[in-house]
Structures are given as C-alpha cells and as structure tokens.
C-alpha cells in the first residue's frame, strides 16, 4: 500500500457524483443518504466548480482525494467549516473490493492531519450512521474520540437518522 492523500483537482470532482449516483439503494440507505436529495448530476458539478472558484479558506466543503500506488480509491469531504474552529468530515473508499484492508484508517490519519493543517482547525467532528459499522470502527481506530450517539439529520443529502459524533480535539 502506497496512500497519497491530497487535495482534490475539480475534474476528479465527476467521481464523487458518480460514486453517489450509481450506489445501490441498500449502500446510500447504509450512508444515511436519502435518493431524492442527491442533486442532478450536471446541477452537482456546476456548483463544485463554483466552489474551486472561490480560496480552499473561503469554500463551503474542502474536498480530498485519496490514492493508492496514484489511483484514485476513495475520497474525503469536510463541511460545516469554521476556519480556526472546527469541521465535520466524511470518509469513502470507493470500490466495495478495495474495503476492509487498511486503505480507510490509513487515509484518514492523513486527511486529519490535511484538515487540522489548511483549515487551522481545533476540532475535527465525524458523525456517521450509528449502524454503518465500517467507519465507526475505522475513526476509533485513526484516533477519533467517541462523544455521543443522538438523532439529527446531518447534513443536506442525508435523512433523519441516530449517528455516533467522534471528535479529535486539538483546543
Ligand atoms: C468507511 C470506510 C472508508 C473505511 O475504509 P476501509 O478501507 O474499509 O477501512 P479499513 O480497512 O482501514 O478498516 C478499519 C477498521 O474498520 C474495520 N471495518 C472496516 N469495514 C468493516 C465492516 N464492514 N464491518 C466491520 N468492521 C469493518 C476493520 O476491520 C478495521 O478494524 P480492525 O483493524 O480493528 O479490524 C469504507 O469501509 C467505506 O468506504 N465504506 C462505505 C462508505 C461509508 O460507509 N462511509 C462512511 C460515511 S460517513
């Protein structure tokens, strides 16, 4: 394994809608991700490259990319941002063959130390569904502290929903 974690170009944005789009009910279910609220594919990519007209600093997500032996294997997003304060991130290998061998944690130590770094942060927050095991195991185990299980709807893709909130606190 040789993880390159960086931040994302805009044409490698196409993958993030791709991935989103063409995922089973079952796996956007296991997400927390309600169908109906994925934007229309070319709607979705004219708002991305709005966002890379704007400084990383400025934007309302910060997007990375994750590679291995330079191929594209999963992705990171942050939002909720508050330079200086903290940030909520997202964690995606994207092919189901290349999960569950080490390419998550080892993508996630890096991206925490991307997002601490760029953004200034003091905490960073991940709250995935509280049954979607495989990033619930994976943020303990890249150092995320456990805080609380609580019903939300967190963000503008997802439905209501129990996650778990895992913090790094740096403050
Ligand atoms: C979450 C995700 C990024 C983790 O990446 P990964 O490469 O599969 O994770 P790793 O191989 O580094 O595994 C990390 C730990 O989680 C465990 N784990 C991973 N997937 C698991 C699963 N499906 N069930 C149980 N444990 C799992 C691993 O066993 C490992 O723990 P261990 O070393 O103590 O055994 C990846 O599984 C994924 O993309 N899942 C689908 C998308 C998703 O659910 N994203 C979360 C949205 S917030």
């Known amino acids: 394994m040789t993880i390159t974690v960086r931040p ?3 044409q490698e944005t196409a993958m993030i809608i791709e991935y989103f789009h063409s995922a089973t009910p079952e ?4 997400l927390g991700v ?9 709607h979705w990519q004219r708002l991305y490259a ?3 007209d704007q400084p990383i600093e400025q934007r309302g997500g910060f997007l990375v990319s994750w590679l291995n032996h330079d191929q594209l294997v999963g992705f990171s997003t ?5 330079v200086g304060q903290q940030a909520n991130m997202h964690l995606h290998v994207i092919e189901a063959s290349q999960r569950k061998q080490g390419i998550g944690v080892a993508c996630v130590r890096q991206t925490v130390e991307l997002y601490f770094q760029t953004l200034k942060l003091k905490q960073l927050f991940c709250e995935p ?4 095991v ?8 890249a150092g995320f502290k456990y805080v609380k299980t609580h019903m939300t709807v967190p963000g503008p893709l997802n439905f209501h929903q129990a996650v778990n909130r895992w913090v790094i606190d740096r403050s």
């Open 8 to 10: 994302m170009t805009l």
């Open 134 to 141: 495989a990033p619930n195991r994976t943020l303990q185990k």
């Open 27 to 30: 796996h956007l279910e296991m």
């Open 78 to 82: 942050a939002d909720k941002i508050r």
């Open 129 to 132: 569904n509280a049954f979607n």
């Open 50 to 52: 709005q966002m890379f």
């Open 34 to 42: 309600d169908p109906s609220r994925l934007p229309q594919a070319s």
